[in-house]
Structure formats: structure tokens, C-alpha cells
């Protein structure tokens, strides 16, 4: 009892002393706030192509979250803000894709958790309008095959698409300043790079022999009005340290949008250096909408390629290793897509792609596939 009693006492005294500082008080009485959000998408593509490997020409493909939102304004003027998505496919378990926490004020905003770098959130406000089916976002992986091992650079490569990245969703430490006539900074830390899509790494961290570490991301962005026309430019960076004596990654890239009544038009191009991992190169996307009421139409285009430096040590005349990948390969899309507004949240998408992909190998005859794919999208948002 005496134990008790004394922890009682500490408690209230802990208390006593919490009240003392303004805004402490009530901010222990107002837990942040837990809602549901996310979406879920559903396209049926109608596919023709040169490398078919006898898939099916018609393919549906499902993409779904549940979001986890988190938000609080506290008295002493603190807001608390964050995002734990959970993916709705059907993998045989729960995967959570990335989990996040913004803590925010008058000072700027600071994220924490396994999330995306603040230079690549801000890309995509400056990237070639598509108001159906991205041409440079992965999409087309869903129904193209991929020839000579060149999957794996579909998605946050140069080849697939220009919104670029050393990680997914590793560890990562990000700060936003307050917007300054319409001008603001981030900066994001990664200290271990593991790709770990949003799983938490080990107490162990990464292999400093073996993986990239040390990743700082930064960009500037602009969103503003100039003259009736919404704009919004970005410039950003990245770099990473590589073990031993091979090159440190980075990344250049930068972009803009204008619109104005109900068009819109931008564009986005990244310049990468990976010897590493996944190659270097360079990719670019353009586009162009016009929207109004319901009713919503697009035309973009996407290219994209990558290569890699001949690794040291190989003899006169061998085939060298790449790892998973070729020595080169090019990736270009374009397409046209409409889409129309049902009601909040809820859009039907149409469009129409086409595209190539080429693959040279050092050694070996070139391969390629080419082919267009109509597709049909029922996308809700809640």
C-alpha cells in the first residue's frame, strides 16, 4: 500500500505540474482522432502485343487501400496529423504499405514513418496531366510484358517512369517549411536503404557494404495563381552514399503545370545516376487535359530509358553481369483517356495506350515488345 501511495502521489504531482504549462493540460484531454479512408480501383484491360506469352488479351486488374487517418489540433496550437494504409489485395495476409505521422504549426511540418520523400510527394503536382490511365506511374506493367528482365525497372525507375526514387518507403525523417508567397522547402533523411516498401527494417540496419546509405532528398516548390492561371513548378534532388568505390547515387528533377479555365497542361523529366542497383538514365512525361462539369479528357506521353556502365573487371568480349537487369533498354507510352464524375468520389475512366519497349543487350540480339491496350476503369475514392 505504501508503494501505491506513494505512486499516487507522484502521479498527482506530475499532473499538478502539467497544468502549470499552458496548453499541456488540455492537450493530454484531447486524443487525436481515428477516421477511415482510401480507395479502390478496378480496370479491365483489352490488350494486343507482339511478346504475348500466351497471357489472356482481356485482364483485370484490382487495386485497393484501406486509410487509417489520424488528426488533432491541440490548444497550444500543435497539430497532429498521419496515415497508416493498409492494401486490400488479396496476398494471404495483411500488408501495410506505408505508415506515417505529421506533426505541423506555424514553424513548418515535420513527417515520421516508413514513407515517401518529400521531394517525391511534391512531384506529382507538377506531372503531364491524366485524368484516366498514367502513362509513367506503372500502369502499363499491368497488362504489357516486359521483355529481357526489365520488369523490375517499371516503377520509381527512369525506364517505367520519371517520378524516381532511391527507396520505397524506408525510414525516413521529413520537414516541410511554411509556404512563403507560395514557395516551399522539403527535406527528407534516410539514413539505411533496405527498399523496404514500407516495412520496418531491422535493429541491425542496413549493410553499409552492400546497400545505399545516407539518402537526403530536397525540392523547392511553387503552387500559386500568376495572372488567373494556376501554376505549380518544382526542382529537387537527391543523393545517397554508395559502398566502396562505386559512384553515390543521385537523382535531378523538375517540372511544371499551368492551368486555366478547365485546361491544363505540364510536364516532368529526372535525370538518375545508379550504378548500383537499377542503372542510369533519364525520363520525361508531357500531357495535356481539358475538363468541365463531369466530363474530363487527356492525351500524355512517356519516355523513359536506362543503362549501365560495363562493370570493371570483365574481360575483352564477355557477356558482363548486370545483376537483374539488361545493359540498355528504352520505354515509351503515350495515350489518350477520358473519364466522367458519377458523383463524389466515384469516376468512370476510359483510355487507349500504346506502347514499346526495347532492349539491347551487349551480347545477343536486341528484344522488344510493342502493343496498345483499351481499357475500361471504375475508380471510388472514399
Known amino acids: ?63 485497393s487501400e484501406v486509410h487509417f487517418k489520424l488528426g488533432a489540433e491541440l490548444d497550444n ?23 506515417r505521422l505529421d506533426l505541423s504549426g506555424a514553424w513548418g511540418m515535420v513527417r515520421l514513418g516508413t514513407t515517401n520523400s518529400g521531394r517525391y510527394g511534391d512531384t506529382w503536382s507538377v506531372w503531364g496531366p491524366n485524368v484516366a490511365h ?18 523490375g525497372f517499371a516503377f520509381r525507375k527512369p525506364l517505367g517512369s520519371a517520378n524516381v526514387d532511391v527507396s520505397n518507403d524506408d525510414p525516413a525523417i521529413t520537414y516541410f517549411t511554411p509556404r512563403f508567397n507560395g514557395f516551399r522547402l522539403s527535406l527528407t533523411h534516410r539514413p539505411e536503404i533496405q527498399d523496404t516498401g514500407g516495412k520496418n527494417i531491422g535493429s541491425s540496419g542496413s549493410d553499409e557494404t552492400a546497400n545505399y546509405t545516407n539518402a537526403l532528398d530536397g525540392s523547392v516548390q511553387y503552387s500559386g495563381d500568376v495572372g488567373g492561371m494556376k501554376v505549380a513548378l518544382l526542382l529537387g534532388g537527391a543523393t545517397a552514399d554508395a559502398p566502396g568505390v562505386m559512384d553515390d547515387y543521385k537523382i535531378v528533377n523538375g517540372g511544371a503545370t499551368l492551368g486555366a479555365h478547365g485546361f491544363k497542361i505540364g510536364g516532368h523529366v529526372a535525370d538518375v545516376e545508379d550504378e548500383m542497383n537499377k542503372g542510369s538514365g533519364t525520363a520525361y512525361n508531357v500531357g495535356a487535359s481539358y475538363g ?59 483510355s487507349y495506350q500504346n506502347a514499346e519497349v526495347t532492349v539491347n543487350p551487349v551480347v545477343g540480339d536486341s528484344t522488344s515488345n510493342e502493343g496498345s491496350a483499351f481499357t475500361l476503369g471504375l475508380a471510388v475514392n472514399f
Open 1 to 63: 500500500m505504501k508503494a501505491h501511495k506513494h505512486q499516487l502521489l507522484a502521479t498527482s504531482a506530475l499532473a499538478t505540474a502539467a497544468m502549470a504549462i499552458p496548453g499541456v493540460a488540455a492537450a493530454e484531454m484531447m486524443k487525436p482522432t481515428l477516421s477511415l479512408g482510401g480507395f479502390f480501383y478496378h480496370d479491365t484491360h483489352f490488350a494486343s502485343q507482339d511478346m504475348d506469352k500466351d497471357k489472356s488479351s482481356v485482364l483485370h486488374h484490382i487495386d
Open 77 to 99: 496550437g500543435l497539430k497532429i496529423g498521419g496515415r497508416i494504409e493498409l492494401e486490400g489485395l488479396n496476398s494471404g495476409g495483411d500488408d501495410i504499405d506505408e505508415t
Open 134 to 151: 498514367g502513362v509513367s506511374s506503372g500502369v502499363t506493367t499491368e497488362w504489357l510484358v516486359m521483355p529481357g528482365g526489365t520488369g
Open 292 to 350: 468541365q462539369g463531369p466530363w474530363a479528357v487527356s492525351a500524355t506521353f512517356h519516355d523513359g530509358e536506362v543503362s549501365h556502365k560495363v562493370p570493371s573487371g570483365t574481360p575483352p568480349g564477355a557477356k558482363p553481369n548486370y545483376g537483374d537487369g539488361p545493359a540498355a533498354a528504352e520505354m515509351s507510352v503515350w495515350a489518350l483517356g477520358t473519364s466522367y464524375t458519377l458523383g463524389p468520389g466515384v469516376r468512370v475512366l476510359a
